[in-house]
């Protein structure tokens, strides 16, 4: 190649560099701008955040699901967990990961908008490349989520995240009530997620819940604030380590202070020993 070519060439290269950078340019200015660490404005204990959690949520439960409820209540009552699995460090799942236990990072590009919180495996992935939903979904506690970003009230930016999530597996609940989602795992989580106009440091994920288990949709609305330390910190959350818990069959039992295996609920009968030998 000619001194001339490779003059050229270079150029041509940096030409090409620069319409990449300006179009990337471009398209961070068309989304709102949701860096930096992001922590529940509204309360943990509840999935509904404008009501007490478990009978005081009042979830439209059918009368199944309302009899479900009311035998995870007394289980937990008599020392058991119910129907709420996290405890075994099994992921929360949606809708209940946007609780947000822990801070969330909203990472936007083009094709993908992705919600990362360090809890149990609550990392989301919202599809935005304008995809079709596949014919087959493996199943998750997450789902699989398509999404698409509008430009609501004609502001020339995008600014709501429209989200649907679908293809679930269980055993999910809402909150640590153990307000159950129906077992057939059809759930369908319907989102608009968008900043406050008067303050971009609050943001809002309106969540409307479409199960089997319920006689209607359920929506709320939860909300998060920004937080202003540019360096934030962000806690390690490894939910095995330390975890007293010990699922053996059907039966949870726990590691009591001393190292041993002890009972979780009052009465409870000890576990299969056959394979151990008598001292």
């Keep these: 190649m000619s001194y001339g070519s490779l003059i050229a060439a270079t150029a041509l290269a940096g030409a090409l560099v620069a319409m990449v950078t300006a179009a990337h340019t471009a398209d961070d ?26 009978r005081g949520t009042l979830a439209p439960l059918t009368e199944e699901y309302k009899a479900v409820y009311e035998a995870n209540v007394k289980d937990q009552l008599a020392g058991g967990h119910g129907t709420e699995p ?106 608009r997620i968008f900043q406050d106009k008067a303050d971009p440091n609050i943001l809002y994920d309106e969540i409307t819940t479409i199960d089997s288990a319920l006689t209607r949709p359920w929506k709320v609305t939860r909300k998060y604030q920004r937080d202003p330390n540019p360096f934030p910190w962000w806690r390690e959350v490894v939910c095995t380590e330390n975890n007293q818990h010990v699922r053996i069959g059907n039966e949870n039992y726990m590691i009591g202070a001393d190292g041993l295996l002890m009972p979780a609920k009052r009465g409870q009968q000890p576990p299969d020993l056959r394979y151990f030998s008598e001292r």
């Design 29 to 54: 200015s068309k989304y709102p701008n949701l860096k930096g660490q992001w922590n529940t404005l509204s309360p943990r204990g509840s999935f509904d955040p404008e009501k007490p959690p478990g």
């Design 86 to 191: 996290s405890y075994m460090c099994l992921p929360p799942g949606m809708p209940r990961a946007m609780i947000a236990y822990e801070s969330m990072e909203v990472v936007v590009t083009p094709e993908t908008t992705y919600i990362l919180i360090d809890h149990i495996h609550d990392h989301r992935r919202i599809h935005t490349d304008g995809r079709s939903w596949p014919d087959d979904i493996e199943p998750s506690f997450r789902g699989y989520s398509i999404g698409k970003w509008i430009d609501e009230g004609n502001t020339g930016r995008l600014n709501v995240l429209e989200v649907e999530t679908r293809g679930f597996k269980g055993p999910r609940a809402y909150d640590t009530s153990g307000l159950p989602l129906h077992h057939d795992n059809k759930t369908v989580v319907k989102e």
